[in-house]
């Protein structure tokens, strides 16, 4: 329950919208002895999940690692509408609807609509439940990936063999996590990434502030 707690708080603090307790599960996180081949069991049972899946999307799903995640997205309308996959390479997906042209936002946004996380059981002993928790967060809710060279401290760092390991999402964490979750979904990914710094900057002014 401390996991899924956890993930439910920072989802809640990124103004996602939560079901409330006894829904169908969309973001499942388990322990098992081969993340690896447990991927590849999945993709062998659920082959309509990974049906629009690109071969070199697929090898980077398989690729050797402690820790293996899946972020199925839908495609969407700008006001949420699923829109259609056709099942051949000859058909595209056709989104109708009445709008401006505008050169800030988007015709259709890309939203998560369901994450699966399976970490390798002997890697992840000695880390905390919150570590765990966390980093499924980080990398669930925003298709992030692990950085060898990643210069700021951040939680993705969980799994690098010299570190830093923080105990929780750090302060670049949250900035990032703010940005991509801030203002209206079917703006350009670039865009929000932009204000990655102003956010950083509003969470150091708000850590100065004295507690009233």
């Keep these: 329950m401390l996991m899924i707690d956890r993930i439910r708080d920072n989802a809640r603090s990124l103004g996602i919208r939560l079901q409330e307790d006894g829904c169908a599960p969309n973001f499942i996180i388990a322990f098992v002895e081969d993340s690896q081949s447990a991927m590849q069991g999945l993709m062998d049972s659920n082959s309509g999940m990974f049906l629009y899946v690109q071969p070199e999307e697929r090898r980077r799903l398989l ?3 402690p820790v293996h995640i899946y972020t199925s997205v839908e495609l969407r309308t700008r006001d949420g509408i699923p829109i259609s996959m056709e099942r051949t390479n000859a058909g595209p997906p056709v989104s109708q609807q009445a709008m401006a042209h ?3 936002y988007t015709s259709t ?3 998560i609509a369901s994450v699966f996380v ?3 059981r002997d890697t992840v002993r000695g880390m905390s439940l919150s570590q765990l928790a966390d980093y499924a967060t980080m990398r669930g809710l925003a298709q992030t990936e692990p950085a060898g060279d990643l210069t700021m401290n951040s939680i993705l760092n969980l799994f690098n063999p010299t570190g830093p390991y923080p105990d929780e999402l750090t302060d670049f964490d949250r900035a990032y996590l703010n940005s991509v979750y801030d203002w209206i979904p079917n703006l350009p990914a670039m865009a929000k990434i932009g ?3 102003r956010e950083l900057n509003r969470l ?9």
């Design 195 to 197: 204000n990655v710094n």
């Design 102 to 104: 505008s050169r800030i």
């Design 204 to 212: 150091a002014a708000a850590a100065e502030r004295p507690e009233e």
């Design 109 to 111: 946004r890309r939203d």
């Design 118 to 120: 399976l970490y390798d």
């Design 63 to 65: 690729a050797p690692g």
